[in-house]
């Protein structure tokens, strides 16, 4: 069966939950430095060997995230619902995603506000507080909440990405269409006005 590879990087301020929810067994905070696990998974009867690269949120340590960043596919901005700087770093994040990958459009990203157990749920007015803040700045990024106490939450991500990836990839196949069909052409005419 034919496997498709794609390299998925995490980032995020420190102690947000990035190795958590990629490893929902780790207990124990032990600051990343970087660190690369392989995730196969099955979407809609297609076969996915996801390399996942988690990156440290400490910003000393930035040089290796932007090599990361360089080398993945699908993107997640990983902030903490009880931690507002984490919030207000994710544009930092999104920004250095566009710098490493030289473009703004057709990238594959999420924001995921972890830790929600924390707060309780969704009916947290903090809670609600919270999302309405991400989804003022961020209303063109998908957003999902979550607590990596979820085992769940990792395939939710990836889920949620192929999705992304899928619509990105339509378009582009309808763009690529449009351009070497005749109908451009028509339009290419009508845009020349015959008096
Ligand atoms: N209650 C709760 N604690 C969490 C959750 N996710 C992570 N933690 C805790 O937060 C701390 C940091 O988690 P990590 O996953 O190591 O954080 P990180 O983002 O990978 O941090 P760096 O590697 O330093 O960038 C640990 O003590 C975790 O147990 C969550 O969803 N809920
Ligand atoms: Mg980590």
Redesign the pocket.
């Known amino acids: 069966m034919n496997h498709r590879e794609l390299n998925i990087c995490?980032l995020?301020?420190?102690?947000?939950?990035?190795?958590?929810?990629?490893n929902p067994q780790?207990?124990?905070?032990?600051?990343?430095i970087e660190n690369r696990s392989k995730k196969p998974m099955q979407i809609n009867n297609k076969f996915f060997d996801f390399n996942i690269f988690?990156?440290?949120?400490?910003k000393e340590l930035n040089y290796l995230s932007k090599n990361s960043i360089k080398q993945c596919d699908l993107f997640v901005v990983?902030c903490?619902l009880t931690d507002d700087k984490s919030i207000d770093s994710i544009q930092y994040y999104i920004d250095l995603i566009q710098d490493c990958l030289n473009r703004k459009i057709d990238i594959p990203m999420i924001i995921v506000a972890?830790?929600?157990?924390?707060l309780g749920d969704v009916d947290n007015p903090i809670v609600k507080n919270q999302i309405k803040r991400i989804n003022k700045k961020f209303n063109n990024t998908q957003c999902i909440i979550?607590?990596?106490?979820?085992s769940d939450t990792i395939s939710n991500i990836l889920k949620s990405l192929m999705k992304q990836v899928d619509l990105i990839e339509k378009n582009r196949k309808q763009q690529l269409n449009y351009q070497s069909s005749p109908l451009r052409n028509i339009k290419i005419l009508r845009k020349i006005k015959i008096f």
């Open positions: 995490f995020g301020n420190p102690e947000v939950g990035k190795s958590c929810i990629i780790l207990n124990e905070y032990v600051p990343t988690d990156t440290a949120g400490a990983v903490s972890n830790k929600l157990d924390i979550s607590s990596s106490k979820n």
